[in-house]
């Protein structure tokens, strides 16, 4: 009954997946519970969440985040040894791992990046003299494990390039990477349409001549951009390649 059928991480729980599991974001204090019964390494960034993983009585491995200039979520620097502290001092509660995230790692000639790890470095350097040694770092998404090596620490974060996809196009054909996946639907209807007429939202696109339109059942609700036929996107149908 404790696991929320919203969070993908029970039903890996429930698939017997035991493999160990980070959460990028603080969890709600009344879910610390959730996250100690699914033994997920829990990211923490304020005392609050501290003190709700602490209420748990349950031993959690904690990831503490630090904000080193991209400022959604994570601790000021000038907070992260008061925290780590926080933590290392409960006895319920282990500090696993310092964390941050590289706001444009993906644009390569930006210098902000080594400017995010010198912070980054900086903090572990407090909490060393502090006498806490913090057991794993890590730093780099994508675009961070690929264009910057000082970045990759402990363990890196892939996201868009685990789909093979590029991170950005400066970083295209850094890697070897092939797109993992593929989205599906099928031809719905499928009408001739006279020389001269438009079709579809905004009548972008008319015909210099007679054409046959397939028309698929798939659209924004989906992901799909409204967009892309004036991107001059393209879908396989039957193997052969058709503009949207």
């Not at 923490?44 to 501290?50: A, E, K, N």
């Not at 993906?106 to 470095?121: G, H, K, V, Y």
């Not at 890196?156 to 390039?161: D, L, Q």
Request: charged residues 20%; glycine residues 8%; contains cysteine.
């Amino acid at each position: 009954q404790w696991m929320n059928p919203d969070w993908q991480d029970a039903e890996l729980r429930k698939a017997g997946i035991d493999a160990p599991i980070l959460l990028l974001s603080e969890a709600r204090p009344a879910e610390f519970a959730e996250v100690a019964a699914l033994d997920l390494r829990a990211t923490v960034y304020s005392r609050s969440g501290i003190e709700a993983a602490a209420a748990t009585g349950a031993p959690l491995r904690i990831h503490l985040k630090v904000d080193t200039g991209m400022h959604r979520v994570g601790a000021d620097p000038a907070d992260a040894l008061t925290l780590a502290r926080a933590v290392v001092d409960h006895p319920t509660l282990g500090l696993e791992a310092l964390w941050t995230h590289c706001a444009v790692a993906d644009e390569p000639e930006r210098s902000f990046t080594a400017e995010q790890l010198s912070r980054f470095d900086a903090v572990l350097d407090e909490l060393a003299a502090a006498g806490i040694e913090v057991p794993l770092t890590h730093a780099a998404n994508s675009a961070g494990a690929i264009a910057h090596p000082a970045a990759r620490r402990s363990l890196v974060r892939c996201g868009i390039a685990v789909y093979g996809i590029d991170p950005s196009p400066e970083l295209a054909g850094a890697l070897a990477l092939r797109p993992a996946f593929r989205l599906r639907s099928e031809v719905g209807f499928v009408k001739r349409v006279a020389a001269g007429e438009g079709v579809s939202y905004g009548l972008h696109h008319s015909f210099p001549r007679p054409t046959t339109v397939a028309t698929v059942p798939i659209g924004y609700a989906d992901g799909v951009r409204r967009r892309l036929g004036l991107l001059h996107q393209e879908v396989l149908i039957g193997g052969r390649r058709r503009p949207v």
